[in-house]
Nanobody, 124 residues
Framework: QVQLVESGGGLVQAGGSLRLSCAAS????????MGWFRQAPGKEREFVAQ????????YYSDSVKDRFTISRDNAKNTAYLQMNSLKPEDTAIYYC?????????????????WGQGTQVTVSS
């Protein structure tokens, strides 16, 4: 198993930036690809970004592509989500998740482990 703890959320004005962190403990971090999802009030949890186990491959949803960057530091057992040019519609609880499934997927059911989430609020 792996335990995930997100941090770095907060309140920011539109156009601003935030960097989310996801610290992992437990089973070897490098055996999991990592993903970020988000859930806005009244909406389903949606895929944001994912990164391969080595960090060499990334994939983004169309809504965040070119604004958000996912990365990981395997030496620190930590994944990151750098969010730039934030918009009010980015307001949501952001979750990191770990998946042992090889290959890219936006299907949240393929992610076995989840953090508790961190709130991101973007004011207009």
């Amino acid at each position: 198993q792996v335990q995930l703890v997100e941090s770095g959320g907060g309140l920011v004005q539109a156009g601003g930036s935030l960097r989310l962190s996801c610290a992992a403990s437990g089973r070897a971090f490098t055996t999991y690809k990592m993903g970020w999802f988000r859930q806005a009030p009244g909406k389903e949890r949606e895929f944001v970004a994912q990164i391969s186990r080595s960090g060499g491959g990334t994939y983004y949803s169309d809504s965040v592509k070119d604004r958000f960057t996912i990365s990981r530091d395997n030496a620190k057992n930590t994944a990151y989500l750098q969010m730039n040019s934030l918009k009010p519609e980015d307001t949501a609880i952001y979750y990191c998740a770990a998946s042992p499934v090889i290959g890219f997927t936006v299907d949240r059911t393929k992610y076995a482990y989840w953090g508790q989430g961190t709130q991101v609020t973007v004011s207009s």
